[in-house]
């Protein structure tokens, strides 16, 4: 939530398109278009640092590299890292604010402290991926990374069960994507907002989101009817 206010609240400041203006001090005028703006990259980037703790907590890295370290080793490693990273992120940071909460002397609970608490906790968090980042690195090259073609200790094979749940996901992927473009050509932040698109388009993504529930509660029927038995 501090990223995302911090997000929102810079991006009418260095943008200035849009028609509503809120409100205006000297040369800068506030303007609700950018504000929204800035709330849905905000939002965006959450969501990304989401979607990587989620995967880092249900895909191991080491079965993200054996999946793709051949096709797109460099890639794989990346997104291996950020899910990786993107946990210990967020618990440094919860670790911050409790360490900072417990401390008498950290300033009154106003809005304002609040939100200055948060940008320093933002820029903290942001030096220590820095760093862990360069410490990273250089873990690598002295392992030789890029020096050849990788290994593996264990080989990983595709079985006739995977092949329909992938096919199935792939579909509904690319019918979400397809859906995802056309919304987002329909859409317009400036020089007004414009309304959203038809419901339905919003199906495939929501269907992706709800596979696993469905999976899960498909499995849990199944043992029950066999259980019945």
Sequence with gaps: ??????????????SQTGQTTLFSFGPV???????????AMGAMLAGALTWFAVCSAILPADDLRDLLGNVVPTLALAVSMVMRLVPELLGRARASRDARGACTCAGSPGAASSFSRGVEQVGAMVMWALGESVERASSMASRGWGAGRRTHWRRARWTVGDWPSLITVAAISAAGVGCALWLGSLWTYAPRMSVPGPAAAYGPVALLFAWPCLAAAAEVFLSRKEGGR
């Design 1 to 14: 939530m501090p990223l995302m206010v911090l997000v929102a609240a810079v991006n009418p400041l260095l």
């Design 29 to 39: 005028a506030v303007r609700l278009e950018a504000v929204a703006w800035g709330v």
